[in-house]
């Protein structure tokens, strides 16, 4: 897709009525912040010179790698918007005060001060190119809370907004002003279905993160034909592009504690997914680390597979 063709999906999405965007998938909408708690699973010692290939819409992953000093950043996604929402959340880092970020960026019904245009007369200095001219584009046509209620998530964000600054390392005070003045290095970003990725890379990667849309596939996919080999040849394939002692999560599982990944058998454990566990035959490899959610009173769980040599 070519910027202009980004750009005009992006204007046509924020024209149509929800029933006309129904043609529009749904990965083509931004995250204002990551709904995964990132401070438990990232952290200095899995990025710091390492390559690591990740998702998530909201950019955040990107910028915890960059805070954690990781060699190289590689960031895929189906959504054609995800450079333009990066490049949006560093030039608001550079200019507003922690606060005043999160209060530009989080959504709560009836607010009018997302996205707020003073705010980003501020901030726009710090954009250029293809970035600069996407969100002026959308600026000049369409009102902030057209755009936030579009091409965003449209869900109240109040009940996790002060759980950002705890679960998002880069939203830690300290964090967020060394970032301000941190010397970044560039990001590949990859456009592609997570099944295609394999096509996308030619490199080898310490950390790949594929968030929870592993789980969206199988839900979606699973009694379609081939969907057993598709999965055995990505995932063959992923771990070809993974370095010994590399980690993949792959996935995280929302409000779902560790011990529901088990249920009582004959032979012991059993676990409670089947990919691609079953298919690889390499259960040795696979952890399970449990982890606080973005909503305080539960427990998510995330699954790492982790290449041994």
Excluded at 2 to 10: I, N, R, S, V
Excluded at 11 to 26: A, F, G, P, R
Excluded at 55 to 74: C, H, N, R, W, Y
Aim: include cysteine.
């Amino acid at each position: 897709m070519t910027y202009e063709e980004k750009k005009q999906l992006a204007l046509n999405y924020i024209k149509n009525s929800d029933e006309e965007n129904e043609k529009y998938t749904i990965f083509y909408r931004i995250y204002s912040f990551s709904t995964e708690n990132l401070t438990e699973f990232f952290n200095k010692k899995l990025l710091n010179d390492k390559k690591v290939l990740i998702t998530g819409s909201s950019a955040d992953q990107i910028i915890v790698s960059q805070l954690f000093d990781s060699k190289k950043i590689t960031h895929f996604d189906i959504n054609p918007f995800c450079k333009y929402m990066y490049d949006l959340k560093m030039a608001a880092l550079k200019e507003l005060n922690i606060d005043s970020f999160i209060n530009y960026f989080y959504f709560k019904y009836k607010n009018k001060n997302s996205l707020d245009y003073k705010k980003y007369e501020l901030i726009r200095k710090n954009l250029t190119g293809e970035s600069l001219d996407f969100w002026d584009s959308l600026y000049n046509t369409y009102t902030p809370l057209k755009i936030r209620k579009s091409i965003f998530m449209d869900t109240d964000e109040e009940e996790n907004r002060n759980r950002y600054k705890c679960l998002i390392p880069y939203l830690f005070e300290d964090n967020y002003n060394k970032l301000k003045t941190k010397e970044l290095i560039p990001v590949e970003f990859v456009e592609c279905s997570i099944l295609d990725l394999p096509n996308y890379i030619k490199d080898n990667y310490d950390l790949v993160y594929f968030s929870n849309i592993l789980n969206r596939i199988e839900t979606a996919e699973l009694y379609k034909k081939n969907y057993v080999k598709k999965v055995y040849k990505f995932m063959s394939q992923m771990i070809k592009h993974t370095n010994i002692d590399g980690k993949i999560l792959l996935n995280y599982f929302y409000s779902v504690p560790e011990v529901e990944f088990y249920k009582n058998s004959g032979t012991g454990k059993e676990v409670r997914i089947k990919y691609p566990i079953d298919i690889l035959n390499q259960k040795e490899n696979i952890s399970y680390k449990e982890i606080s959610s973005v909503a305080d009173y539960e427990k998510d769980t995330v699954l790492i597979y982790t290449k041994k040599r």
